[in-house]
């Protein structure tokens, strides 16, 4: 079978992993990398060998030989550029966060039934190893009803590079909540198997960065002006429409004693879980007063060992079903457009049924 042939728009940071997740998949190849910084996109060039590079999204989707593109590009360019692609007929692997809002994101999802082309959101937490072992004893009812769920992402000192556009409202839509407060609310979730929220309370903090501190140092993008106008910490309150509930915590820079805390705990009628590093149960043990953690082996989750491209790909060539469907992506976009509303208006807000 041919290979697909696969070009990559943005070749930011993060296009340097994609690259080699791509590369390790035996039916695809990089034919093409597209960046309006002609620098970056020589560099990934160079590193993996990559033919052609564009300096624009047009002619990358113009070259007809591509079949499908994976797009990093900054937040509040993820609707136009994939509706680029699609309605150029490519396939279309997003990287997250999905849109801007929940209308953007609706765009792009019925631009791609209209082209009958995949498009898929990149939610590489659910591809961790420990994640599919959690999934797969979800799935086995090892936990019984789960009626709560904590995800939290937060690091002491991790703002991206001060000056990039990550810190720009206008161009990143929001702060940590979207950049990674999207990854924990979305892997809560499709473990919890549960994408129906009811209501979101949430609050916004912006501490550090408005000060010049907390900078980690991700992103490759120019530095420009200095302008700090997102937030550096959330938390939600999320009420599922079964009466489960989701505590969402996340920061950019926060103190506290480590580097960095990171996980998703389940808590079930018969079981808990977490999910990292390893994955673990813990449920009374078979004796009177017992009680079992245990670290299970050999567990293997409906995605075990793809990665976000791999199973794209694999989607696309009808080898497996998307791991992470356009309901899901749209349902954790509207919650996190509700956890702007909520920390804005400093109230409660229920979510339209659907
Ligand atoms: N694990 C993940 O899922 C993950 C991890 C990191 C970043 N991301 C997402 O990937 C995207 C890119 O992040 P990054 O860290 O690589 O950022 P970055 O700032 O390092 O790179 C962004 C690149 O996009 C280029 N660009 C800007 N506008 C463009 C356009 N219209 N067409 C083509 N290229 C354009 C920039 O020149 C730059 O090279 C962001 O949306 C981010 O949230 C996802």
């Known amino acids: 079978m041919k290979n697909l042939k696969i070009g990559l728009l943005g070749a930011g940071q993060v296009a340097f992993g994609n690259c080699r997740d ?6 695809a190849e990089v034919i093409a990398v597209a960046d309006p910084s002609l620098k970056r996109a020589k560099a990934l060039q160079n590193e993996y060998g990559i033919s052609r590079v564009y300096e624009s999204a047009d002619a990358l989707y113009a070259d007809k030989d591509i079949d499908a593109v994976g797009i990093s590009v900054p937040n509040a360019y993820h609707a136009s550029t994939a509706i680029g692609a699609l309605r150029a007929g490519k396939h279309v692997l997003l990287d997250k966060p999905f849109a801007l809002s929940r209308r953007e994101a609706l765009d792009v999802v019925r631009t791609a039934k209209k082209a009958r082309k995949l498009l898929v959101l990149g939610m590489n937490q659910r591809f961790a190893p420990s994640s599919q072992v959690v999934k797969a004893l979800v799935e086995r009812g090892t936990l019984g009803d789960i009626y709560h769920g904590k995800a939290y992402w937060l690091r002491r000192t991790g703002i991206p590079r001060m000056g990039t556009w990550f810190c720009r409202k206008e161009i990143a839509g929001g702060g940590v909540t979207l950049d990674i407060g999207v990854h924990a609310l979305d892997l809560c979730l499709y473990l919890m198997d549960n994408f129906k929220a009811d209501t979101v309370s949430a609050v916004t903090h912006s501490v550090f960065g408005p000060r010049g501190l907390g900078e980690g140092g991700w992103g490759m993008s120019d530095r420009a002006e200095r302008i700090f106008d997102v937030e550096d910490f959330s938390s939600a309150l999320i009420r599922m429409k079964n009466g489960a509930t989701v505590v969402l915590e996340v920061s950019w820079a926060l103190h506290q004693e480590s580097a960095g ?47 976000r491209f791999a199973n794209w790909i694999d989607a696309i060539l009808g080898k497996c079903k998307p ?28 979510l339209r049924a659907g």
């Open 22 to 27: 791509i590369r390790q998949h035996p039916q």
């Open 261 to 307: 805390r990171h996980n998703v705990e389940l808590f079930g009628t018969e079981a808990g879980a977490s999910v990292f590093p390893a994955a673990k149960v813990f449920r009374f043990g078979k004796r009177k007063g017992e009680y079992d953690v245990v670290e299970p082996q050999g567990v293997r989750g409906p995605c075990h060992g793809q990665t």
């Open 323 to 350: 791991c992470t469907t356009m309901a899901q992506a749209l349902a954790v976009q509207t919650i996190l457009d509700a956890v702007y509303t909520s920390a804005a208006s400093g109230k409660e807000v229920r």
